[in-house]
Structures are given as C-alpha cells and as structure tokens.
C-alpha cells in the first residue's frame, strides 16, 4: 500500500474560506516537506516540517511524527491558491522523497 | 528567472526510439535528482545524485541512465522508449542529501511516446 496518504483527495472552496489538507505516512521518516504542484505543472516548495509547526503566510504546516501524520491549513483562501498540494516525506539519506497522490483544490470566486 | 532548465518542455518520441532530458540548475546545489509523474500515479523518485556520483536507483530498468557531465547537469537517458514511459519527468535539486534538504524542482518535460 501507499507510504504517504492523502485526504481529502479533491475539495472545492468558497474564495475566503478555510481548508485543512492532511497527509498520514505508514512509515518512519526523517522529515516531511509540502509542495504546491501549479496547474501548469511545476512544483513549488512550501514547507519543509519535520516536526512541530510552522506558518508561512496563509499557511500553517503542523507536523506530529509520534501520530504519523502532517497537516497543511490555509486560511482565507484565494482563487490564486487553486492546484494540487502535495505531501512527501523523507527516507534515508540519499535525499530520497515518497510522495502522496495530493489534494486538488479549486478556490471558486 | 528559472533557476533549474528542463529542455524540451514537450517531446513526442516513436516506441523503440531513444531520447535524452536535459536539466541543469544554476541554484549551487550539490544534490540533483530525476522524478517521474504518470497520470493517477504519484509523483516517483528515480535516481539521486551528489557530487556527480549515483546515491540512490530505484528505477528497475536499465533503459533509463542519468548522465552528469557537471556537478550542476544531470541529463537523463531513456532508450528503448515504451508507450508506458509516457509521463512528465521533473529534475530536481537540493544542497545536499540526507535531511535538512528543500527540494527545487524543474518545470518538467512531458514526453509523450507513440
């Protein structure tokens, strides 16, 4: 089975509202990192989470590693934050990343 | 202005055909790595690379050979194409491996194979 799970898989927001994005990993790992994938295509880094929280902005990453999961909060969403949020997290040392399916998200106006 | 070049952004290749990715990154980085996303699929690592040597392989068939003939290239070698290949395939780079380690990923170059 998948290492890193994602939910939910899609979601539709209200520009304004807020969104909570999980990822829940079935193994250990050395560190967590979230990505912003664009429409287009190209990945952008968000966060790199190993453990505890971190706030970017709209954005909020809190990783628990005892409870296996990370969680990505954005909060007052905008039409611009449409595209697929990735999760993936780190084994080894070779630098090596295990990705989620991600979460679809469309920001109506 | 992009710092990790993928050439081409799109390719379209004949089944049996050999193809090479370029990628280059001009962020000083020390770690270079390939990844390949097909549709459902989630996005696979296949080759890292520090300093020019192989760290990690987890592709299964030696069709694919990543090529670095500098520290800050890391091309990538697919012959014997497949329609199965068919995916985008993202380069990507980091500082070093082994933790503490953003990822800087390419725009990808989707190959598509006939």
């Known amino acids: 089975g998948q290492q890193v799970q994602q939910s939910p898989a899609s979601l539709v927001l209200q520009e304004g509202e807020n969104a909570e994005l999980q990822c829940n990993f079935s193994t250990s790992l050395n560190s967590m990192q979230w990505f912003y994938q664009r429409p287009g295509g190209s990945l952008v880094s968000l966060f790199y989470?190993?453990?505890g929280t971190k706030h970017s902005g709209r954005l909020t990453s809190t990783t628990v590693i005892k409870e296996r999961r990370s969680s990505l909060h954005i909060s007052s969403s905008q039409t611009t934050d449409s595209g697929t949020y990735l999760c993936a997290l780190e084994k080894g040392n070779t630098g090596k990343l295990i990705f989620g399916l991600g979460t679809t998200l469309q920001v109506q106006p | 202005d992009p710092k990790i070049i993928q050439k081409p952004k799109y390719l379209v290749a004949v089944t049996g055909s050999e193809k090479i990715l370029i990628c280059e990154q001009y962020?000083?980085?020390?770690?270079m790595y390939w990844y390949r996303q097909s549709a459902k699929k989630p996005l696979e690592f296949m080759f890292s690379?520090?300093?020019?040597?192989?760290?990690d392989n987890q592709t299964a068939s030696s069709r694919f050979q990543p090529q670095s003939s500098k520290k800050n290239h890391l091309d990538l070698q697919i012959t014997a194409l497949k329609p199965d290949d068919s995916a985008t395939y993202f380069c990507?780079?980091?500082?070093?491996?082994?933790?503490?380690?953003?990822?800087?990923f390419g725009a990808g170059t989707r190959l598509s194979v006939l």
């Open positions: 989470n190993p453990s």
């Open positions: 690379y520090s300093y020019q040597k192989l760290m």
């Open positions: 990507a780079s980091s500082r070093g491996t082994g933790g503490q380690n953003t990822l800087y």
């Open positions: 962020l000083g980085h020390n770690a």
